[in-house]
């Protein structure tokens, strides 16, 4: 495994990362230690409230919570940039335009082959 | 099952203490509300969860201060919290995580939410519903990417190239049109007994 490579849908796994056994500076180390507070502190919060035998209610989880909150309130942090319009346009002007000129055509040339008599209904179900 | 008078007489005490307490909270946010009005008695500044408004997700965060208190909010270090950048796109101060779904987490580890493979509190990724385990999976694959890639796209476009030479160069296993005896069946076909059919022949040696 020594010559694995990643790619955007496969990343290195931790065992993998040569900082892991190569690069244990003591800043590394700290900020380890500094995660494993946060973590440790979020556990024994959570545990406390799981094993509260007078606890009725389910346990709210407020980084769920900021999670759906950040997800459904986008747009209060929506600004128009070029690369915003850019994409609105994109995604929201251009596809009409595009499909509207597409299904006429078609549709133009298939009404003149109809009127011409050269329309091809071999196989066709509806029209 | 027999329960003492002692306890019966605490279990009810203690239920009215807890129905007083109630009817005084309503009272005190009754009597707050009054000086504001009736809107802010309902609609006021109160999220349905527990938590304040400081402890949602804010705008941009551009100075220190700010981004050491998105990051103590989101319970990250302030090393690893890393905002969207600011391009308007609706982001805010959310924190920017790498791109890793949750099966390429430890399975063995006691997780609080083990099908999740995520601990109570921990910051959720952004797109964390794409990312849960029966949907799109970044672990690392048994080859690298540009064999796999290489190899199906091969084979793919070598059935197609062969299926477009069959079209282009078509072979067939060789084949003629059905003949028949006795001049192709004149009398069979309809042809006049009295007259002479002309001769037909189908072969040649």
Same mark, same amino acid.
């Given at each position: 495994? *020594?010559?694995?490579?990643?790619?955007?849908?496969?990343?290195?796994?931790?065992?993998?990362?040569? *900082?892991?056994?190569?690069?244990?500076?003591?800043?590394?180390?700290?900020?380890?230690?500094?995660? *494993?507070?946060?973590?440790?502190?979020?556990?024994?919060?959570?545990?406390?409230?799981?094993?509260?035998?007078?606890?009725?209610?389910?346990?709210?989880?407020? *980084?769920?919570?900021?999670?759906?909150?950040?997800?459904?309130?986008?747009?209060?942090?929506?600004?128009?940039?070029?690369?915003?319009?850019?994409?609105?346009?994109?995604?929201?002007?251009?596809?009409?335009?595009?499909?509207?000129?597409?299904?006429?055509?078609?549709?133009?040339?298939?009404?003149?082959?109809?009127?011409?008599?050269?329309?091809?209904?071999?196989?066709?179900?509806?029209? | 099952? %027999?329960?003492?008078?002692?306890?019966?007489?605490?279990?009810?005490?203690?239920?009215?203490?807890?129905?007083?307490? %109630?009817?005084?909270?309503?009272? $005190?946010?009754?009597?707050?509300?009054?000086?504001?009005? !009736?809107?802010?008695?309902?609609?006021?500044?109160?999220?349905?969860?527990?938590?304040?408004?400081?402890?949602?997700?804010?705008? @941009?965060?551009?100075?220190?201060?700010?981004?050491?208190?998105?990051?103590?909010? @989101?319970?990250?270090?302030?090393?690893? +919290?890393?905002?969207?950048?600011?391009?308007?796109?609706? !982001?805010?101060? +959310?924190?920017?995580?790498?791109? %890793?779904?949750?099966?390429? $987490?430890? /399975?063995?580890?006691?997780?609080?939410?083990?099908?999740?493979? $995520?601990?109570?509190?921990?910051?959720?990724?952004?797109?964390?519903?794409?990312?849960? %385990?029966?949907? #799109?999976?970044?672990?690392?694959?048994?080859?690298?990417? $540009?064999?796999?890639?290489?190899?199906?796209?091969?084979?793919?476009?070598?059935?197609? !190239?062969?299926? +477009?030479?069959?079209?282009? !160069?078509?072979?067939?296993?060789? #084949?003629? /049109?059905?003949?028949? /005896?006795?001049?192709?069946?004149?009398?069979?076909?309809?042809?006049? /007994?009295?007259?002479?059919?002309?001769?037909?022949?189908? +072969?040649?040696?």
């Amino acid at each position: 495994m *020594a010559d694995y490579k990643e790619a955007p849908l496969a990343s290195r796994p931790k065992t993998l990362d040569p *900082a892991e056994y190569f690069n244990l500076s003591p800043e590394y180390r700290r900020a380890e230690e500094e995660r *494993a507070a946060l973590r440790a502190n979020l556990k024994r919060q959570y545990q406390i409230q799981l094993n509260n035998p007078l606890r009725k209610e389910l346990i709210e989880d407020p *980084a769920l919570t900021r999670w759906t909150y950040a997800r459904t309130n986008i747009y209060t942090h929506f600004r128009p940039t070029t690369k915003t319009s850019l994409l609105g346009a994109l995604f929201g002007v251009v596809p009409l335009f595009f499909w509207f000129a597409v299904l006429k055509t078609d549709r133009d040339e298939r009404e003149e082959k109809i009127k011409a008599g050269t329309y091809d209904r071999t196989y066709k179900i509806s029209y | 099952m %027999r329960t003492s008078p002692i306890c019966v007489w605490s279990q009810v005490n203690s239920e009215r203490k807890m129905a007083a307490l %109630r009817a005084g909270c309503w009272a $005190r946010a009754l009597q707050k509300a009054k000086g504001q009005g !009736f809107k802010h008695m309902f609609f006021g500044a109160r999220t349905a969860a527990g938590l304040s408004k400081d402890a949602l997700p804010g705008s @941009y965060p551009k100075t220190p201060e700010e981004i050491a208190a998105a990051a103590k909010k @989101y319970n990250m270090t302030v090393q690893d +919290y890393q905002p969207y950048p600011d391009e308007g796109m609706g !982001f805010g101060d +959310y924190p920017k995580l790498p791109d %890793r779904s949750q099966s390429e $987490r430890d /399975p063995w580890y006691s997780w609080d939410h083990p099908d999740l493979r $995520r601990n109570w509190g921990e910051p959720m990724h952004w797109d964390f519903d794409m990312f849960i %385990r029966n949907r #799109v999976d970044t672990s690392p694959t048994a080859m690298d990417w $540009r064999t796999m890639s290489g190899t199906l796209l091969g084979f793919v476009g070598f059935m197609l !190239f062969m299926f +477009y030479a069959g079209e282009v !160069f078509p072979s067939y296993q060789p #084949v003629a /049109p059905k003949q028949y /005896p006795y001049n192709n069946l004149y009398l069979e076909n309809g042809g006049n /007994p009295e007259k002479e059919a002309e001769e037909v022949k189908n +072969y040649k040696i």
